[in-house]
T-cell receptor, first 115, second 116 residues
Framework: DTEVTQTPKHLVMGMTNKKSLKCEQH?????MYWYKQKAKKPPELMFV???????INESVPSRFSPECPNSSLLNLHLHALQPEDSALYLC??????????????FGPGTRLTVL | AQKVTQAQTEISVVEKEDVTLDCVYE???????LFWYKQPPSGELVFLIR??????QNEISGRYSWNFQKSTSSFNFTITASQVVDSAVYFC?????????????FGKGTKLSVKP
């Protein structure tokens, strides 16, 4: 089973709202990832958690705040977003710590619209 | 520098035609991994295959086949007898053994439209 789940599927929020995206995997994977994907572009890595610790932050603005409460769960807290943050947010997980040979398995994504 | 090039931005075929999606990569590592992902309109990136740099055997899985050629740094993907359900954006990706965590380098993707 290579299932990664994400909620919600769609989210519309205003620039002053605070919301959270949730990602879950029950495959015992040790690394989890957040990606942002704009239309007609490939996904761009935002954060990597390895063994529940933040290991990579790709210079993401502080209005995006990741959290890994346990090994199965990854959240992305959103606050004071801009319209240009509207995108598909993808979560992924991999069995190993996230290096070269690891295959990343992706969730269905959350389509975020910031008004 | 690492790079993945998918020169075909969009391809349109009629059902039952065969279609090949091209992928050319650049890397200085001797150990690396190549991937193909499918992204249907629903948005989920579906893993299709992983190939490591030491394994040049071609692979076939049903109507899908992959041709890995280190001599030309290519990892092409062929769909035989295409179907409407194959319509999606396909991404080729590269990761290096010596790369940083999560460093999956994607090509820009090829949008495949299969018409009935």
């Amino acid at each position: 089973d290579t299932e990664v789940t994400q909620t919600p599927k769609h989210l519309v929020m205003g620039m002053t709202n605070k919301k959270s995206l949730k990602c879950e995997q029950h495959m015992g994977h040790r690394a989890m990832y957040w990606y942002k994907q704009k239309a007609k572009k490939p996904p761009e890595l935002m954060f990597v958690y390895s063994y529940e610790k933040l290991s990579i932050n790709e210079s993401v603005p502080s209005r995006f705040s990741p959290e890994c409460p346990n090994s199965s769960l990854l959240n992305l807290h959103l606050h004071a977003l801009q319209p240009e943050d509207s995108a598909l947010y993808l979560c992924a997980s991999s069995q190993g710590a996230g290096f070269g040979s690891d295959t990343q398995y992706f969730g269905p994504g959350t389509r975020l619209t910031v008004l | 520098a690492q790079k993945v090039t998918q020169a075909q931005t969009e391809i349109s075929v009629v059902e039952k035609e065969d279609v090949t999606l091209d992928c050319v990569y650049e890397t200085r590592d001797t150990t690396y991994y190549l991937f193909w992902y499918k992204q249907p309109p629903s948005g989920e990136l579906v893993f299709l295959i992983r190939r490591n740099s030491f394994d040049e055997q071609n692979e076939i899985s049903g109507r899908y086949s992959w041709n890995f050629q280190k001599s030309t740094s290519s990892f092409n993907f062929t769909i035989t007898a295409s179907q409407v359900v194959d319509s999606a954006v396909y991404f080729c990706a590269l990761s290096e053994a010596g790369g940083s965590q999560g460093n999956l380098i994607f090509g820009k993707g090829t949008k495949l439209s299969v018409k009935p």
